[in-house]
């Protein structure tokens, strides 16, 4: 008998089910939690497609978000690894929050960010929800986002 999952990482479904916006979410989560690498790949992957400037912004707001989520969690969420095609329980909470916040549903948004942080936190990561969403959303509109978020995003002409 294997040892029990942590709920926050129990598989809830698989990433190719998620939207972009989303799936991006979970990604760019990951490689933020992955260390200076990842942040590193995250911070290439939004300059490319935004700009430097927005880019920076961008990166900025993911830091924010996701320092936000680590220290002032109700507990610390759960993530797969990068390679991962599995969507974990807490993965698909953040996508959630982060795709309701992007489409102005400010009050699901709410009710996710109330989930993963303590209640007096969660507006502050349901704005800064918003701010990531609609980044992703400009990129998404632009070009697909990187599957494996160390690689630019490639143009294919066929």
Same mark, same amino acid.
């Not at 969507?87 to 102005?104: K, P, R, T, V």
């Given at each position: !008998?294997? &040892? +029990?999952?942590? @709920?926050?990482? &129990? &598989? #809830?479904? @698989?990433?190719? %089910?998620?939207? +972009? #916006?989303e799936a991006g979410a979970v990604m760019y989560l990951r490689l933020w939690g992955d260390g200076v690498e990842g942040r590193a790949n995250a911070a290439s992957d939004f300059d490319i497609a935004l700009g430097?400037?927005?880019? @920076?912004?961008? !990166?900025?707001?993911? %830091? @924010?978000?996701?320092?936000?989520? *680590? =220290? =002032?969690?109700r507990r610390p969420l759960v993530r797969h690894g990068l390679g991962c095609a599995c969507?974990?329980? %807490?993965?698909?909470?953040? *996508?959630? !929050?982060?795709? *309701?916040?992007?489409?102005?549903a400010r009050e699901d948004a709410m009710m996710m960010a109330s989930l993963i942080v303590r209640p007096d936190f969660a507006p502050a990561l349901a704005s800064l929800s918003e701010e990531l969403g609609l980044a992703l959303r400009r990129m998404t509109a632009a070009v697909p986002l990187p599957t494996t978020g160390h690689q630019p995003p490639i143009s294919v002409l066929h």
């Open positions: !008998m294997s &040892a +029990p999952t942590s @709920r926050g990482g &129990a &598989a #809830v479904g @698989r990433l190719s %089910d998620l939207s +972009p #916006v430097a400037n927005q880019g @920076r912004a961008t !990166m900025l707001t993911l %830091d @924010r978000l996701c320092s936000l989520c *680590a =220290h =002032h969690g969507l974990g329980a %807490d993965e698909n909470c953040f *996508a959630q !929050m982060i795709a *309701a916040a992007s489409e102005g």
